[in-house]
């Protein structure tokens, strides 16, 4: 089965500076990749996500970047503020056909931005 | 508003003691799921519903049970729980398996 592995665990920035967290995947038939954002005692949000004919994807202060060949896909948050601390989540899946019911996530960044 | 709610928020149970842990939706989504989340493992999908009368294995499934009767309801059953099924558990929806929509959680303690 599909495997995600995340990283950095934690990552603590100045508020203002950019933060990069970093997924890779197993299986190469995966071709969704969505981020979710978790805040403390709710559930994950989904903040953005890319298919696999995109390399890149930008939404305000937030992008993603794909890299099919090396199988790893990047969140960059730029311009970082307080309110961007959270638990942030990778995630894969096979989207359409039969199996797009199964997602597997990573293990999750805890980001603290500094005021 | 467009929400999913689960029930309950948090919950205190014995070894053995069969519980249910529902989930419904109000989106008219055709896809829903269940995820445990404990430190350091991320989300774990437990299992999922395509539609109605349609469920499958996730990840971690050993000792649960679903059903899916109606559209809005996916409620999570642990016939005999377990220590070790101690977790915070999260229903999520969405129309196509993408984009889910997460409820607030099911914080569960099995003694």
């Known amino acids: 089965g599909e495997n995600v592995e995340q990283h950095p665990s934690t990552l603590s920035v100045q508020e203002g500076d950019s933060a990069v967290i970093k997924c890779t995947y197993s299986d190469s038939a995966s071709n969704y990749f969505p981020w979710y954002k978790q805040e403390l005692g709710k559930g994950p949000q989904l903040i953005i996500d890319?298919?696999?004919?995109?390399g890149e994807k930008k939404d305000q202060r937030i992008a993603v970047t794909l890299n099919k060949t090396a199988k790893h896909f990047s969140l960059h948050i730029t311009e970082t503020q307080p309110e961007d601390s959270a638990v942030y989540f990778c995630a894969a899946s096979k989207a359409g056909g039969t199996s797009y019911g199964k997602l597997t996530f990573g293990q999750g960044t805890i980001l603290t931005v500094h005021p | 508003e467009a929400q999913v709610t689960q029930n309950p928020r948090y919950l205190i149970t014995v070894t053995g003691k069969k519980l249910t842990v529902t989930c419904s939706q109000n989106?008219?989504?055709?896809?829903m799921s269940w995820y445990r989340q404990d430190p350091g493992l991320g989300l774990r999908q437990i299992y999922y519903?395509?539609?109605?009368?349609?469920?499958d294995k996730g990840d971690v499934p050993e000792g649960y049970k679903v059903s899916r009767k109606e559209k809005r309801n996916f409620p999570l059953i642990l016939e005999s729980p377990s220590p070790n099924q101690t977790s915070l558990y999260f229903c999520a929806s969405s129309r196509g398996g993408e984009k889910l929509f997460f409820g607030s959680g099911t914080q569960l303690s099995v003694l």
């Open positions: 989106m008219n989504h055709e896809y």
């Open positions: 519903s395509m539609n109605v009368e349609v469920t």
């Open positions: 890319i298919r696999s004919n995109v």
